[in-house]
């Protein structure tokens, strides 16, 4: 489990980090980890949901750029 600490998540894909943020929530809704451990596993968490979120707004900014030239070429 010490790998879902790993504060080196830069070159994850999103699916990685998305699956080791589920892990994590998992973890602390068990609650069968001590107060200290569920304080590190929480901020890797908020790491890794901020990773995630900026993910998914880089492939919408691309969709979109995308999408932005398809309409260009039309007209």
């Known amino acids: 489990m010490t ?7 830069d070159n994850l894909s999103y699916e990685e980090a998305f699956d080791r943020l589920q892990k994590i929530i998992q973890l602390l809704e068990d609650g069968k980890v001590s107060l200290d ?3 590190k596993y929480y901020e890797q ?4 949901k901020n990773f995630c979120e ?3 707004r880089n492939a919408e900014m691309k969709i979109k ?3 932005d ?7």
Not at 3 to 9: A, C, G, Q, S, V
Not at 45 to 48: E, M, V
Not at 69 to 75: N, R, S
């Open 45 to 48: 968490g908020a790491l890794l």
């Open 3 to 9: 790998e879902l600490l790993d504060k080196k998540i």
């Open 65 to 67: 750029n995308v999408l």
């Open 37 to 39: 451990d569920s304080i």
């Open 54 to 56: 900026e993910k998914l």
């Open 69 to 75: 030239k398809k309409g260009v070429d039309k007209e």
